[in-house]
């Protein structure tokens, strides 16, 4: 299995992207949407919030997608139904954090620069966990410096995304990994599917799959 990588070369100007393929693509088309973002490079946490942003277009929100429907007519929907079950869900989704550092406050210039395109996500920041049913993707950052625990409900389905060390190791579904001079993603697909949440199988190519040592390994 591969895995998403994106290098970051630091010069006189710092944030050089170097990424492969698809997701290069995506964010470097993301990453321009930011007025004048073209004429410079681009730093850490401007990548973590492209990455952010593009995930959606990669996650299907099964409970939420298929509320009233039975589980037959849940299996029964076509690779055509879910890709527009998809495609409305990532047109009006709501983003959210607990603490804004500079991820999220590079994800709300994202949000709002990408409305222009007739899209209609959100951004919302929670005093706390307690209305968390409202959110798609919750970002917990390394500099938040709220506790809050990670065992949500499965009728939630929110996608936990995070830069903390040991993040999927303790609950989350995908997390950041600064390794050298690279930024990596990994994702724990065991939550994932306790969430509800799917993940498109071109996303988890790309993706590091984080299995926990009494696990075994999963092969997708």
């Known amino acids: 299995m591969g895995s998403i990588v994106v290098s970051i070369q630091r010069t006189k100007t710092p944030g050089f ?9 995506l964010l ?13 490079s681009y730093e850490e946490h401007e990548i973590k919030a492209a990455f952010l942003y593009s995930f959606a277009q990669f996650i299907t929100w099964e409970t939420r997608a298929t509320t009233g429907q039975t589980a037959a007519q849940t299996a029964a929907l076509t690779a055509a139904q879910t890709a527009a079950l998809t495609a409305a869900q990532t047109a009006a989704l709501t983003y959210c954090a607990v603490h804004e550092g500079p991820v999220v406050n590079a994800l709300k210039e994202l949000i709002a620069a990408k409305q222009t395109a007739g899209e209609t996500r959100r951004y919302t920041l929670l005093a706390d966990l307690s209305n968390i049913r409202q959110c798609h993707i919750l970002f917990l950052g390394a500099d938040n410096n709220k506790s809050e625990s990670l065992q949500l409900r499965p009728e939630e389905s929110v996608l936990t995304v995070g830069d903390s060390q040991g993040f999927v190791e303790n609950g989350g579904i995908i ?3 600064r390794q050298g001079a690279r930024v990596q993603v990994h994702i724990n697909l065991a939550t994932a599917r306790a969430q509800r949440i799917q993940i498109s199988s071109k996303l988890l190519k790309l993706a590091t799959i984080y299995n926990a040592p009494d696990e075994a390994k999963i092969d997708d």
């Open 28 to 40: 470097i088309g993301l990453m321009i949407a930011i007025p004048e973002a073209s004429s410079r």
């Open 17 to 25: 992207v170097n990424a492969s393929g698809m997701m290069f693509k």
């Open 175 to 177: 997390e950041f990994r």
